[in-house]
């Protein structure tokens, strides 16, 4: 649901606070994802999922709560790179479970059905963060994008020893 947020009003928010070249923004997150996802998934394979998921949550927390705070391109650059560390730690570990326990046979299934939860969470986040802003400006967008990210947490933090992670 954060990524809602992030894809839908960065922009927006960025012009708000009057930061040119927010672009950058996207390129930064891009370049973090391609070091974080393959560092990430094999410390995740070796590890578990703990090593990948943990810090991701940590790191995507950590890049809202700098978007809430950005007042210049730096910041935001900042919070780019650091959302992409976060972002690429958890996605590959959270597919990676999402295809554990399935026969082969059902794991196109299995990826399908991440994918769509995947992409409804940015669809909701989108509306709700839209209805945040609307509310309470797009600065509120990041700091209450924290929400779902510690709902996401607490419900890891039971399953882990539940389902063996």
């Known amino acids: 649901m954060s990524y809602g947020g992030v ?3 960065i922009a ?3 012009a708000q606070r009057q930061v040119e070249n927010i672009g950058l923004f996207f390129t930064v997150y891009a370049i973090a994802l391609m070091i974080s ?3 990430f998934g094999k410390l995740s394979d070796r590890k578990g999922y703990s090593f990948a998921i943990l810090p991701g949550m940590i790191g995507v927390s950590g890049a809202m709560l700098l978007l809430f705070f950005a007042h210049t391109l730096a910041g935001f650059v900042v919070a780019g790179f650091i959302y992409g560390l976060g972002f690429g730690a958890l996605q590959p ?3 990676a479970m999402a295809v554990r326990n399935v026969p082969p046979s059902r794991r196109g299934a299995a990826n399908a059905t991440f994918f769509l939860g995947f992409d409804l969470g940015i669809g909701v986040g989108a509306m709700l963060w839209g209805a945040v802003a609307e509310l309470v400006g797009y600065q ?3 700091l209450w994008a924290l929400l779902p ?3 996401a947490f607490v419900i890891y933090w ?3 020893h539940t389902m063996g992670l």
């Open 12 to 14: 927006l928010y960025a």
């Open 149 to 151: 990210i510690g709902i």
């Open 37 to 39: 996802r393959p560092v």
């Open 140 to 142: 509120a967008i990041y």
């Open 158 to 160: 039971k399953a882990r």
């Open 93 to 95: 570990a959270l597919q």
């Open 7 to 9: 894809v839908s009003f």
